[in-house]
């Protein structure tokens, strides 16, 4: 049994020991736990909902925990601006944002995470136009390692919010998120077979015809199954109750988790599991509320390995990772999923100046991946791929500042703020260097 002091990721592939673990309900108690920080020289760390696989929460000095700062601060209905507390989960933001009529324009496909977690690590979905969630962001309240609250925007400090959106926890303590939002809308959701060939050949029209567009491989096979996202008038026509526990809760996480579990104890059967599974999702139509068709339930644990590359290099970077599998003995036991977004101008963002297909490769909890990761990952980089900040990867400030325009800013405004580097651990100073 864990101790107090103790904490896991979701995944269980990161753990920490911290000196002290706090729980904060108010930004002015977070003031004071910094101060006390300082006075100790002791480093502090935010953790969110453990949904990061990289160790970016990891200290054994302060752990801070997000449960004490979960309220609406403000809404402004006309405006569709909406101030959350950072500890807010993004299940419950959406709740409350329907409530009052309103939504974010785009999400992950999970919403577990809390405000502050998913925009500091550069959570995003799929979208024509659309992409991160940090991108929706107005403004932020945070604390810096001085003990000093500021508030940033594009027009306030605004090289410190370029920084601190997106800033993987080494900028300052995100206290309270201002969203962008708009009046609630509905998504016509259709998910259907492909093959491959199909997919590949098509890309850019199917990226360019939706609003919304992914899809999922499954390894050792000629299967995808993709999904189109597009806004409509109504009515909402979702899926039967019975329909959903079927296909998001039965199929999807019982049935799948039972084959992961099934592949891991006899990998000589990985292929034929994935065969099944590609064959096991049919065709389905269905209208909701956005955020209902943006997310999904994920109960089956894994570890994962996420890269942005060009959308121009897209198709022959993912065909080479598909011959590599297809030609490994890895037993490959996960699909892999492709988003694409435009390009953005947040400094850490991995769609930074370029519009953007992610490729996310997954694995089972418990089997091996690091091999796969790592063959997967030299393809991806001599594509100029860039790294989920919360995921897994094993690239540094070197490369990183060579595939990010704005890297030297951003390093220079953490300079600024934390000098003396309250906010770093072992993995922020791999990712930016000392």
């Not at 039967?240 to 084959?259: C, I, Y």
């Not at 100046?353 to 694995?363: F, L």
Request: proline share 4%; hydrophobic share 40%; glycine share 8%.
């Amino acid at each position: 049994m864990a101790g107090a002091n103790e904490w896991s990721n979701w995944a269980g592939n990161q753990t920490a020991k911290a000196a002290k673990v706090v729980t904060p309900r108010t930004a002015s108690e977070v003031v004071e736990i910094l101060r006390t920080a300082d006075n100790d020289g002791m480093t502090v760390k935010a953790v969110g909902s453990g949904h990061s696989f990289t160790p970016a929460a990891v200290t054994d000095g302060v752990l801070v925990k997000p449960d004490g700062l979960t309220r609406l601060k403000q809404i402004d209905r006309e405006a569709g601006l909406v101030t959350v507390e950072s500890g807010m989960p993004l299940h419950q933001l959406n709740a409350l944002l329907a409530e009052n009529g309103l939504a974010l324009t785009n999400m992950g496909d999970i919403q577990v995470q809390t405000v502050a977690g998913a925009i500091g690590t550069g959570t995003h979905g799929t979208g024509r136009v659309s992409g991160s969630i940090a991108a929706q962001v107005a403004a932020l309240e945070l604390v810096l390692a001085s003990g000093e609250m500021v508030i940033c925007s594009p027009t306030e400090n605004a090289e410190l919010f370029q920084a601190a959106r997106l800033g993987v926890g080494a900028v300052g303590y995100v206290t309270a998120v201002t969203f962008r939002t708009e009046p609630t809308f509905l998504l016509t959701a259709r998910e259907e077979p492909m093959k491959l060939d199909a997919v590949l050949d098509g890309f850019d029209d199917l990226a360019d015809s939706n609003e919304h567009f992914e899809f999922y491989w499954f390894p050792y096979t000629t299967s995808t199954n993709i999904k189109r996202n597009n806004r409509s008038t109504g009515p909402a026509a979702p899926l039967s109750g019975f329909r959903h526990w079927m296909d998001d809760e039965f199929l999807s996480n019982s049935v799948f988790g039972a084959a992961q579990r099934l592949a891991r104890t006899a990998p000589r059967l990985t292929k034929t599991v994935s065969k099944v599974s590609g064959s096991a999702l049919s065709a389905r139509t269905y209208t909701d509320r956005s955020d209902k068709v943006f997310t999904s339930p994920r109960r089956v644990k894994f570890v994962e390995m996420e890269y942005a590359v060009p959308r121009t290099a897209f198709v022959a970077a993912f065909r080479e990772v598909t011959q590599l599998i297809n030609s490994s003995h890895w037993n490959v036991n996960f699909p892999i999923e492709v988003r694409v977004v435009p390009g953005d101008d947040l400094w850490l963002s991995t769609a930074h100046g370029r519009d953007t297909a992610y490729i996310a490769c997954h694995m089972y909890q418990g089997t091996r991946f690091e091999e796969y990761f790592k063959a997967v990952e030299q393809v991806l980089t001599a594509h100029d791929g860039r790294p989920h900040w919360g995921k897994m990867h094993t690239r540094d400030a070197e490369y990183l500042g060579k595939t990010y325009p704005r890297f030297e800013d951003f390093l220079g405004v953490r300079d600024r703020v934390d000098p003396k580097r309250m906010f770093a651990n072992e993995y922020t100073r791999r990712v930016f260097g000392d």
